[in-house]
């Protein structure tokens, strides 16, 4: 094996079990970051495309709009998980502190050895 095999990460090599592990980490701190409107919790996990049409000041208004509609979120589980053309698409529900649940959708892929949130989406599930 190369280096570079080595430094890059290769989403169709790792099992479900393999992907659910990192993306839980991901799915956790971008929760734990809505829930205290930090953005600095997460931009790392944003692919430099998608920092375009949310960085920090639409963080904030996120932040801002789960606050007030639901005021604290909790991840609950992953419900779906698939690999395609490389990218990885997840849905996970989130439950509320005003008793709704919702439906965090991401799309994922792989940028060396990380990977980053291409697009997210947070509706009513």
């Known amino acids: ?19 659910l592990k990192i993306t839980q980490d ?3 701190d971008l929760v734990r970051a809505l829930n205290v409107g930090n953005y600095s919790l997460v931009w ?4 430099d495309e998608f920092t375009k049409t949310m960085g920090a ?3 904030s208004s996120l932040h801002q709009k789960v606050t007030n ?4 979120l ?28 919702l439906s965090l959708s991401l799309e994922l892929t792989a940028v060396k050895e990380f990977l980053v949130i291409e697009n997210l989406s947070l509706d009513k599930a």
Do not use: C, H
């Open 74 to 101: 909790r991840v609950q589980e992953q419900t779906s998980s698939r690999l395609k053309d490389g990218n990885l698409f997840e849905q996970w529900l989130i439950s509320t502190d005003s008793s709704q649940t």
């Open 1 to 19: 094996m190369s280096k570079t095999e080595l430094s890059e990460l290769k989403l169709n090599q790792l099992t479900p079990e393999q992907r």
């Open 69 to 72: 509609q639901y005021q604290k």
């Open 57 to 59: 000041a639409e963080f």
């Open 26 to 28: 991901i799915v956790d």
């Open 44 to 47: 790392r996990y944003f692919s």
